[in-house]
């Protein structure tokens, strides 16, 4: 089932191959879960779904507690008259001022499917600025709402950060973790990642809370780039490597196949 949000880094197209690596357990608890592709297509009997992402799970809270008035109001976004630059930037900063956390969460959605590459970015303020995207028919994803919306019955949706999230593992749990990427290019001697809020010592930290939890009976799965940088805070795991085609960059020479990577703890 493909999520109903465009989202970077999402596991859809890879599905599969995180599916194999995932062992069977009563709870699936995912602490970085983006657009939930992992959550939709796994069969566990219940799920922690959390992320850092306020925005992204005060949506999930809409499409789960009251569908059918969520998709209403949401639907009504998606007209050809809001398909338009100036009305784009007209709803994207009410969203960005207003506090009616149902509306916040109907704008998300128009803009998910109307922004730039579908893409999730905030400013300094916390004021999301990513522009228009000039799709010719942008549309309304009604069915993997309902999907969703069915599948979220056996879900708790948490804002929190990740280090939070794990600690509510226990035995019997199985948690996939798919942090944002790694940077391709850096050693172990960089101590952050500046552009991105998730730095390497997240990266590290992450890792090292991985094989307490495995040391303790809890498998984790980690999703991540194949770096020097990963493949070092990654061994003490079982390792699986594969390629996966990406934009990795908006350099036209990096839009090639990326060496990706799953550490089973
Ligand atoms: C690669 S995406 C996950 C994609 C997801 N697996 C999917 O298929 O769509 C990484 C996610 O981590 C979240 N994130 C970033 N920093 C975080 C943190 N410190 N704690 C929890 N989540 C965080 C981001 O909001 C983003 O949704």
Redesign the pocket.
């Known amino acids: 089932m493909k ?1 109903f949000l465009k ?6 197209k890879i599905i599969e191959i995180i599916k194999a690596a995932l062992p069977t357990g009563k709870r699936l608890i995912e ?8 959550f939709l297509n796994t069969d566990y009997e219940n799920y922690l779904i ?4 306020a925005d ?1 799970i005060n949506l999930f809270h809409c499409v789960q507690k009251d569908k059918q008035n969520f998709i209403e109001q949401a639907q009504q976004l998606f007209i050809p008259e809001n398909n338009q630059e100036m009305r784009f930037y007209e709803f994207r900063e009410e969203f960005n001022s207003i506090t009616d956390l149902k509306r916040k969460a109907a704008l998300f959605i128009y803009l998910n499917r109307h922004c730039f590459n579908g893409l999730c970015r905030y400013n300094s303020k916390g004021k999301f600025n990513v522009p228009f995207g000039r799709y010719k028919h942008p549309s309304f994803p009604e069915q993997a709402l309902i999907t969703f919306s069915e599948k979220s019955q056996h879900a708790i949706f948490k804002q ?3 280090v939070e ?1 794990l600690h509510a593992a226990k035995l019997g749990d199985v948690v996939y973790c ?4 790694a940077p391709l290019n850096a050693t172990s001697n960089f101590t952050s990642y500046t552009q991105a ?2 730095s390497l010592e ?1 990266q590290k930290k992450l890792a090292e809370i991985a094989l307490k939890l495995a040391n303790k009976g809890i498998p984790v799965i980690i999703s991540n780039h194949d770096t020097e940088f990963t493949r070092q805070i990654y061994a003490q795991a079982k390792l699986e490597f594969f390629e996966v085609q990406r934009f990795i960059s908006s350099n036209a020479a990096n839009r090639n196949k990326a060496g990706e990577l799953l550490a089973i703890f």
């Open positions: 999520p989202w970077a880094g999402g596991k859809y602490p970085f879960a983006g657009s939930g592709a992992v959390a992320d850092a992402n992204l929190a950060d990740f999230t798919d942090p944002p990427y809020a998730f997240h």
